[in-house]
């Protein structure tokens, strides 16, 4: 039987990336990755060189690129995390390009996110004074649909190089009603947290019933689970499968 | 949209004459090929190179004039009566496909169900009783109770009476074995928009045709090729033996010769049209796969329109929801490989989803400017547009002979790759995908070492790899490197897009046939490296396992073209954009 409680699985940790080719041996983890309630997708939008790839990664794979090559049009990225204990949602993250030659590209990607990373980077201003615009143009294109942002004030381990002050950041993110972090990807700092902060946001906003799974939108999905938690409110609400 | 019907419609004898002709010359291998650069650097080695890319393309398409390949103006083949039917289907919205295939549908199913009575009676092997059972019985049981539709019901039944012989099936029958085969072939190759359920279906013809109608094992097809070349040279009729490779090929041999078989079955079927013969083939799928619960994963989408990353993620949503099941009841599992779940894994899903984003906006677009524009402009672009869309349409992706020795290590592939993508500046991506390749390549050759090499270098290797071993070998390269190459699709429309350069379809759709032959090459290598493995195991244990494997090449091979087919609303704006630039200059 199904051991429920978070233990066993990678949650902490990224999920095994699969260049790896181990043939058979992962079905363990698999089986575990099998079982999540929901789905989000989330967006990654700023700046070029603000550093939304590198924290994705730090994010999912636990490490950290010094070099990274600029993001085409989009990647893709995906991991666990477990929101309370039992309750794991699959995150489903599109790292978009920054640079403005692909805005056309990425533009069309937003209609199906639920939620997103709204990052700048601390150390350069510029990039602070277009969170403003990037807002605009994903509000506009998520259309009918909301999304949930989360301002990440990113490269908080350069302090000195600092050009945006922690207070003025959080004044913009409450204008907009968002949530506000401080992360470094370097070292490690808040990526979890902020990550998982936004997964709980669009949660509770799942379970309220603000938001809802619909039919030919990506953004939420419903996941399998065993009997155990069959009873649980957000499974009998969901209009998914049903498993008795 | 009757556009490309008077186009077809225009092209009378000439383009029946062309479609007659052109499968004779495949299976020489030694065709001239048509390839659009027209140059030394497309031809592939062994000269098995995947015959004509899109001829029917003319100079005039391409305005900007600046690509170094000229497209060699080849007599424009109108489309004919076998691409008039993908054509068609690529010009319409998906959603306008499914009305289309009602209303012959009884006809259909009296002229399949001749067809196959004639292949269960003809058929010159004897080698089938002792097989029937083989795939049946576990999948039956499996089987999700799901509501049908009354007039499916219906059919099914129908198909299950004995069917009657009428003796006007003398056209078809000397196709012998080789009938399937063209089947597979035309429909894999011209309806690529909807091989998502019908190249499922496909296989499922060959499983079910296992087990009903006495049609050789998988095993068989890949280990007794010899044995059933030398009947097939045998045979009667003769005119089969003219086909070194056939059926007999094994592997994608089902689905990738046997033209001249079509041939040879006479003029009557080709002039009767070979979209109608598809359309057989396609309908007798959908009837036969009724009964087989493996279509399980396609079944309910096909009564809704659906996108391809839907079918996958259905797919995908049901193995989870099989894995999730079955390890809650059992917790001793043994080694199972689910292409859906392993796809998502290397985000092949993903980049499909964006790519059909994508398509669908570029689409939407291309519309719109058509509607912006009047007289003789809108007329002008039509015929661009039009043209474009042929050099989607005509594509053959099958390949021959996959010669099984070629190509040990992948690197013949990354090369042809190369080639293929040269100044389409998608390296990462392109690099990616070589190295899947390259590590399908080392797995294979590292499970089918002979034993003794193997224990002698290292002993703790252990014996060689069990059959679910390379079973789920197979399937997780066939999805990493399907995967890989949708990635691939979808990189190299973002850069279409973002780029103001022109990309020639021909480019594209030879890319799309390198991948589509590297596929069958995999799946042809696991595939004797599984009879290999699996020589002590029984038959029940063996054939599900390359049964299986055959069935996800095929299916890789139809979600490739189909990604291919989403790029063509991609080029179509593209040109759009480009000519708009030209013309403010």
Redesign the interface.
């Known amino acids: 039987?199904?051991c429920f409680c978070g233990s066993g699985v990678s949650l902490t940790k990224p999920t095994e990336r699969?260049?790896e080719?181990q043939?058979?041996r992962a079905?363990d983890s698999?089986?575990m990755e099998?079982?999540w309630l929901y789905q989000f997708r989330l967006i990654v939008i700023g700046d070029s060189t603000v550093g939304k790839s590198c924290l994705i990664r730090r994010f999912t794979e636990g490490r950290f690129a010094q070099v990274s090559?600029p993001t085409?049009?989009?990647d893709?990225?995906?991991r666990l995390v477990e929101i309370e204990p039992g309750k794991r949602i699959k995150l489903?993250i599109?790292d978009t390009a920054g640079q403005e030659?692909?805005r056309?590209?990425t533009r069309?990607?937003y209609?199906?996110s639920v939620g997103g990373l709204l990052l700048f980077d601390i150390t350069n201003r510029r990039s602070f004074q277009n969170v403003h615009d990037w807002l605009e143009e994903a509000r506009s294109h998520v259309q009918p649909h909301s999304i949930v942002f989360l301002l990440v004030g990113h490269k908080c381990d350069l302090e000195a190089q600092r050009q945006v002050s922690r207070q003025e950041a959080e004044k913009l993110a409450g204008a907009y009603g968002m949530r506000y972090i401080e992360t470094s990807a370097r070292d490690a700092i808040n990526v979890e947290h902020a990550f998982t902060e936004l997964t709980r946001d669009i949660f509770a906003l799942v379970r309220t019933g603000d938001i809802t799974i619909q039919e030919g939108w990506?953004g939420v999905k419903s996941?399998?689970?065993?009997?155990v938690v069959h009873s649980s409110e957000e499974v009998t609400k969901s209009d998914r499968?049903c498993?008795c | 949209m009757s556009d490309s019907e008077t186009t077809a419609a225009e092209a009378p004898q000439v383009a029946a004459e062309a479609q007659d002709a052109a499968p004779t010359e495949t299976p020489g291998g030694s065709s001239p090929t048509e390839t659009p650069g027209g140059s030394s650097p497309t031809e592939t080695p062994g000269g098995s190179s995947p015959t004509e890319t899109p001829g029917g393309s003319s100079p005039t398409e391409t305005p900007g004039g600046s690509s170094p390949t000229e497209t060699p103006a080849a007599p424009p083949r109108a489309p004919g009566p076998r691409s008039r039917g993908s054509a068609q289907s690529g010009s319409r919205h998906r959603d306008a496909r499914r009305p289309r295939h009602r209303r012959p549908r009884l006809l259909a199913h009296r002229d399949a169900r001749r067809l196959l009575a004639h292949r269960d009676a003809r058929r010159p092997l004897a080698h089938a009783p002792e097989v029937s059972t083989d795939v049946a019985p576990t999948r039956r049981a499996r089987r999700r109770p799901e509501p049908k539709p009354a007039a499916e019901v219906k059919e099914t039944q129908e198909v299950e009476e004995p069917p009657p012989k009428t003796p006007s099936e003398s056209t078809v029958s000397q196709a012998g074995w080789g009938y399937w085969g063209s089947w597979g072939k035309s429909i894999l190759s011209t309806a690529t928009s909807t091989v998502a359920t019908v190249g499922q279906g496909l296989s499922h013809v060959i499983e079910k045709a296992e087990t009903s109608l006495g049609i050789p094992s998988p095993t068989e097809l890949s280990a007794q090729v010899e044995e059933e070349e030398k009947q097939q040279a045998s045979s009667p009729e003769g005119d089969a033996s003219s086909e070194t490779d056939g059926a007999v090929g094994g592997a994608m041999g089902m689905f990738s010769s046997l033209t001249s078989v079509v041939q040879s079955t006479g003029k009557t079927m080709i002039s009767g049209g070979l979209d109608a013969l598809e359309f057989i083939g396609k309908k007798t799928m959908d009837v036969i796969a009724e009964g087989d619960p493996g279509f399980k994963k396609t079944k309910g989408l096909r009564f809704h329109n659906s996108t391809l990353s839907q079918v996958l993620r259905e797919a995908k949503?049901q193995e989870?929801?099989q894995?999730?099941?079955g390890?809650?009841s059992d917790s001793e599992?043994k080694?199972?490989?689910h292409y859906g779940?392993l796809f998502d894994?290397?985000?092949g899903l993903?980049?499909l989803?964006?790519l059909e984003?994508?398509s669908r906006?570029s689409e939407s677009k291309v519309k719109s400017v058509l509607t912006t524009l009047s007289g003789e402009e809108r007329l002008q672009l039509r015929k661009e547009l039009e043209s474009i869309r042929e050099s989607f349409s005509l594509v053959e992706f099958d390949d021959e002979d996959v010669d099984e020795q070629k190509d040990e290590d992948g690197s013949e592939f990354e090369e042809e790759l190369t080639k293929a993508l040269d100044g389409l500046s998608?390296s990462?991506t392109a690099g990616k995908l070589s190295?899947a390749c390259k590590?399908a390549s080392s797995?294979i050759s590292e499970m089918s070492r002979p034993e003794e090499e193997a224990e002698a270098g290292e002993e703790l290797v252990k014996k060689t790899a069990s059959v679910?071993?390379v079973h789920?070998?197979a399937i997780?390269s066939l999805a990493?490197l399907t995967a890989r190459s949708i990635e691939l699709f979808?990189?190299l429309a973002?850069?279409i897009?973002?780029s103001s350069g022109s990309t020639e379809a021909g480019v594209l759709s030879q890319l799309t046939v390198v991948l589509c032959r590297e596929i069958s090459l995999l799946s042809k290598k696991f595939t004797s490296c599984l009879t290999t493995a699996g020589s002590n195991e029984k038959r029940d244990v063996l054939n599900p396992l390359i049964t299986g494997v055959f069935l996800e090449a095929s299916n890789s091979a139809s979600y490739i073209q189909d990604a291919f087919q989403l790029l063509r609303p991609i080029l179509e704006i593209s040109h759009i954009q480009r000519t708009a630039d030209s013309a403010e200059q």
């Not at chain 1, 996941?223 to 009997?227: A, I, L, M, R, S």
């Open positions: 039987m199904f699969q260049t080719p043939t058979c079905t698999r089986v099998a079982i090559d085409v049009g989009v893709f990225f995906s489903q599109w030659r692909f056309s590209i069309a990607y209609r199906n990506e996941g399998f689970v065993p009997n499968r498993l | 949503e989870e929801l894995t999730a099941e390890e809650a599992k080694v199972v490989a779940m894994e290397f985000q993903s980049h989803e964006a984003i994508l906006e998608v990462t190295k590590s797995l679910e071993e789920a070998a997780r990493e979808h990189k973002e850069m897009l973002f």
